[in-house]
């Protein structure tokens, strides 16, 4: 099934950055998206940013746009999330989901997409 493992929250101030990191073990399918999502308090989970493995990124919420990047180190086989310019509206609690995908389906990752496996999230706040 797999677990995921996040860290690298905490609390910043307005245009401060943050990297946070999911650490993937136990999954070893071939083909798999990983995403990070957020819930503020009172708040839907939005879907922030997606990868696909071997690294391409394939979503980003507007969000986020030229403030986040996602990336998979494979050696590591980990996720991060490099937060830049944060907001006071970034506070949240940020999670990491995986689903395992075929090569043919893995294009179609969305947010929407049945994720399969969550880790327990990091709070991340952010003041102005």
């Known amino acids: 099934q797999g677990r995921l493992v996040e860290s690298g929250g905490g609390s910043v101030q307005a245009g401060g950055s943050l990297r946070l990191s999911c650490a993937v073990s136990?999954?070893?399918?071939?083909?798999?998206?990983m995403g990070w999502f957020r819930q503020a308090p009172g708040k839907e989970r939005e879907g922030v940013a997606l990868?696909?493995?071997?690294?391409?990124?394939?979503y980003y919420a507007d969000s986020v746009k030229g403030r986040f990047t996602i990336s998979h180190d494979n050696a590591k086989n980990t996720v991060y999330l490099q937060m830049n310019s944060l907001k006071p509206e970034d506070t949240a609690m940020y999670f990491c989901?995986?689903?395992?995908?075929?090569?043919?389906?893995?294009?179609?990752?969305?947010?929407?997409?049945?994720?399969?496996?969550w880790g327990q999230g990091t709070q991340v706040t952010v003041s102005s």
């Open positions: 989901a995986a689903e395992p995908m075929t090569y043919g389906t893995i294009w179609s990752c969305s947010p929407e997409t049945k994720w399969s496996v």
């Open positions: 136990g999954y070893t399918y071939s083909h798999y998206c």
């Open positions: 990868i696909i493995t071997g690294g391409e990124s394939i």
